[in-house]
T-cell receptor, first 111, second 112 residues
Framework: NAGVTQTPKFQVLKTGQSMTLQCAQD?????MYWYRQDPGMGLRLIYY???????DKGEVPNGYNVSRLNKREFSLRLESAAPSQTSVYFC??????????FGDGTRLSIL | EDKVVQSPLSLVVHEGDTVTLNCSYE??????LLWYKQEKKAPTFLFML????IEKKSGRLSSILDKKELFSILNITATQTGDSAIYLC????????????FGTGTRLKVLA
């Protein structure tokens, strides 16, 4: 009964380092999403994948890349981390006309 | 530009009080409005509203949608400290991609 699993839960990076945030869902959902949450800003969509094999930019895609590895997994990559990317990152998925299910988030700090 | 606005931004009440949280929206091709509760980690789903005037209830929580005036309210009666959380409103559109627009959230704190 895992739902949406994100790894890691916490990460500290130095400016310029790269890293990949992992997300996997076991609900056989077609669509997956990456959000960032900053104080006072709500959840903002970074990238999404409407179905396996497709990815599209959301509201704030700059500085990020994504890969829909298969139907279960959707990863978010920071190629050269910047302090402005310090945030909490959430992955979500949906099977269509259902509410999105969220992972527990990754708290990322960039020094 | 599509947008979702929640009010108030934050609220402090005492146990037993009743609270009303507001969400207004301006979006094209509205499909549904959703409420989520976020404590320390993942937002958890509360309600999905698609039709005007039909109240949805779950225990002490209830919500209703007004598609003419473009808003929704979330009511919590007899509040408890466990209701302390951020309440998020989101709107889905008929785009086929199920992308939501989220409001900034209302931070509710319930004091014992």
């Amino acid at each position: 009964n895992a739902g949406v699993t994100q790894t890691p839960k916490f990460q500290v990076l130095k400016t310029g380092q790269s890293m990949t945030l992992q997300c996997a869902q076991d609900m056989n959902h077609n669509s997956m999403y990456w959000y960032r949450q900053d104080p006072g800003m709500g959840l903002r969509l970074i990238y999404y994948s409407a179905s396996e094999g497709t990815t599209d930019k959301g509201e704030v895609p700059n500085g990020y890349n994504v890969s829909r590895l298969n139907k279960r997994e959707f990863s978010l990559r920071l190629e050269s981390a910047a302090p402005s990317q310090t945030s909490v990152y959430f992955c979500a998925s949906t099977g269509g006309n259902q509410p999105q299910h969220f992972g527990d988030g990754t708290r990322l700090s960039i020094l | 530009e599509d947008k979702v606005v929640q009010s108030p931004l934050s609220l402090v009440v005492h146990e037993g009080d009743t609270v009303t949280l507001n969400c207004s929206y301006e979006v094209t091709n509205f499909r549904s409005l959703l409420w989520y509760k976020q404590e320390k980690k993942a937002p958890t789903f509360l309600f999905m509203l698609t039709s005007s005037g039909i109240e949805k209830k779950s225990g002490r929580l209830s919500s209703i949608l007004d598609k003419k005036e473009l808003f929704s309210i979330l009511n919590i009666t007899a509040t408890q400290t466990g209701d302390s959380a951020i309440y998020l409103c989101a709107v889905d559109r008929t785009s086929g991609t199920y992308k939501y627009i989220f409001g900034t959230g209302t931070r509710l704190k319930v004091l014992a």
